[in-house]
Every structure is written in structure tokens, then in C-alpha cells.
């Protein structure tokens, strides 16, 4: 199959989560033995250089980018209150990656144009335009429901209100959109099935985000520092920096006072300054790694506090492939088919997360034997090749209706 993949942000390299979503589809995809044709938009939040992607990336992708400015800006920002219209919609709206689409389209014919996450979707009339390629929506999240648990856990009165008022409208946009697609492909089935509760009428599929286990050896060679915390990810993503500041202001007084010599990593892009600047006792403040399955390997437990978001947390997956202890909330878990305590555990509280990291710090071999359970999952839910073939069956299923 031909398959033109219009992306929100550049899928290499992959250093957080949606771009590694994305990037594990293209490669899964063309392995596959399909054709690939990726444009991508480059932002001011997650930009790439073109002549910085691996020139054997660049060939069996044939990869191109529109810049964007995704920056915040206030007079558009206030204008936008007065209008039906989604805020977080209309800042990938470009005339630029309109044009650069229609050339696209016009040069060549594709069965499938695949459009990653909801963002893309104001590109569905161009597309239907220049093209009789099927469009299948890659669902990497409800999009609406991260917006609306951000609004709930925030603790600033006004904040709260304008992330309810914009939740609120990016919701009516995504309901609307849901029959405007030839299909849905969910990154979760809980996602899919809320989709068919609202009145999607179309295919709808679940494909969850796969790896290749071979990036992962049971055995590489780098030994892990135990015990030892760590979080990774991107902390330009509110849900992260949210997560992270409870854990720091809720959690981590006491374990620290159990246990004054356990270290706490974070690492990911964009860290804040008061993260940067802060003096709490052994949380190390990382940034931004070069390669983050060696900095997973070195440690031993993954902390992700996460009460907002949807989808699925690949950092999660990776940590569970690396066969890392992992605690986290249950709407961190969310779209994994975990079992507490038998391949991670699960804490929502303070003093749950308390006594789960005490669990893990006083046992070594129950940090073993969860971290072995877990690879286990992901080996059985999460292999690409799998999911790739489930993914071209549903593309034909589209194709031949």
C-alpha cells in the first residue's frame, strides 16, 4: 500500500511520547513492506533539522516539514474566548501546510493518508479534495479528556475555569469530527469503545503502541543502581510537570525522611525552572538524556504520577520492557492490561505511593520478579510486527467498503 502520514510534530528523532508513537508506526509500517510518505509540521516546541535525520530515514521516508508556531499568543488567545472555534485546534490551521499537502496530493496517488492525532483533522477537506486515499484518524489520546483532568487537579480557581471553558470546546470539535474519517484507529480499546459511546459510526480499531523488543535486552550489560527513582519525560507535557510537583510536594518529604539516602532521578526535555533550581535533597535533576534506554537501564524504579492525560504512557511500556519496577497511578496504567502488584504497582495516594516504594526498596528480588512479569506483558500486548499486521487488515477492511 501507498500511505502519505501527516504528523503534528516531526516523528524523529523520537525523544518523547508522541513522536516515538508516531515513529514506531512509520517503521513498523514500511517494514511491513509498505510505502511511507511522511509530512511532518515543525514547531517551536519539537523542531528537527532536516539534515540532522539519518539520510536512510530520510530515503524510505521521503520526510518533509511546514513550520508552525505553536507559541501561546494572548490577543489571539483573548479573541478566541468569543468563538465556538477550539483554541488548540486552530494553531496547526496553516495556509503554508495546506499548500505543501496539496502538492502532495496532486504529485501522487496514496490508498491510505493517515492523520496523527485530532490536530490534523482541519486538513480533511484538502484531502478529500485532491485525493481519493482513505483517511484514518491515529487516535494517540481523547484529546478533550487530558484537557478536562488537567482542569480538575488544577488548584488555581481562574486557571481551572479557562482550561474547563477550552476542554469544553475542544471536546464539541471532537465529537464533530468523529464521522468525518473513513476510520479510527484508537492507541487504546478503553478509547475506541468511549469513541462508539458517543455516536462514532465508522471502523474503529484498538492498536496499541508497539516496540521492537529487540531494543530492549533482558541482559545489556549496564548495571543498575539499586534501589533508585526515576521519572522520564517530556515536561512541556502538563500532565508531567503537574504529576511531578505533587510527587515532589506530597511524596517525597517522607520517603525521603525513610529513607535519606535514596535518589530520585528526573530526566526528559524542557524541564522548568523550578525544577532546575530546586534544592530538594537527592532528587537529581537530570534534563534531557542522549540515550534514555541507557539512563532506564541504569536505574531501578519508575515513578510516574500522572492524574491527567488519556491514552497510553509509552514511557511506561519501555520501562516495563526494560524490566523496571514501575509505580504509578491508575490513570497513568491506563490502555496497559496490568495486574497491581503482579507487574506494577498501583498508587493514587500519597501514602499508597509511600508504602509501594517502600515495598520496592526493601525487596530486590520483588523488583526483579515485577520487572520480569512486565517485560512478559509487553512481549505478549506490544510487539509491533503484530500490531502492524492488525493495522493493514483494518486498512483493507477500509478499502474494500
Known sequence: MNILILCNKSPFPPKEGGPIAMNAIIEGLINAGNRVK??????NKYGAEIEKIPLEYREKTSIEFVYIDLSIKPLDAFINLFSSKSY?????????????LTAILKNEEFDIVQLETLYISPYIGTIRKFSKAKIVLRSHNIEHLIWKRVAAVSTNPLKKVYLRYLSKKLKNYELDMLNQYDGIATITKKDGDYFVGLGCGIPVTDIPFGIDMKNFRE???????????????????MPN????????????????RQFPDLKFFLAGREMPLWLRSS?????????????????????????????????????????????????????????????????????????EFVEAIKKCVSDREYCRKLGENARALIEKDHSNSQLMKKLVDFYHHILAN
Open 38 to 43: 511522511v509530512l511532518a509540521i515543525n514547531t
Open 88 to 100: 488548540h485546534v486552530e494553531r496547526f490551521i496553516s495556509e503554508s501546510f495546506r499548500d505543501k
Open 219 to 237: 541482559n545489556p550489560g549496564i548495571e543498575d543502581e539499586f534501589p533508585s527513582l526515576f521519572h522520564i519525560g517530556a515536561m512541556n507535557w
Open 241 to 256: 510537570e503537574e504529576g511531578i510537583k505533587w510527587f515532589l510536594d506530597l511524596v517525597w518529604p517522607e520517603v525521603n
Open 279 to 351: 534544592k530538594l535533597a537527592n532528587v537529581m535533576v537530570v534534563g534531557e538524556v542522549d540515550d534514555a534506554f541507557e539512563f532506564i537501564y541504569s536505574k531501578s524504579i519508575e515513578i510516574v504520577p500522572l492524574f491527567s492525560g488519556s491514552g497510553i504512557r509509552i514511557k511506561i511500556i519501555e520501562g516495563m520492557a526494560a524490566q523496571r519496577a514501575v509505580i504509578s497511578t491508575s490513570i497513568g496504567a491506563e490502555g496497559i492490561q496490568v495486574e497491581n502488584g503482579k507487574n506494577i504497582l498501583l498508587a493514587n495516594t500519597p501514602q
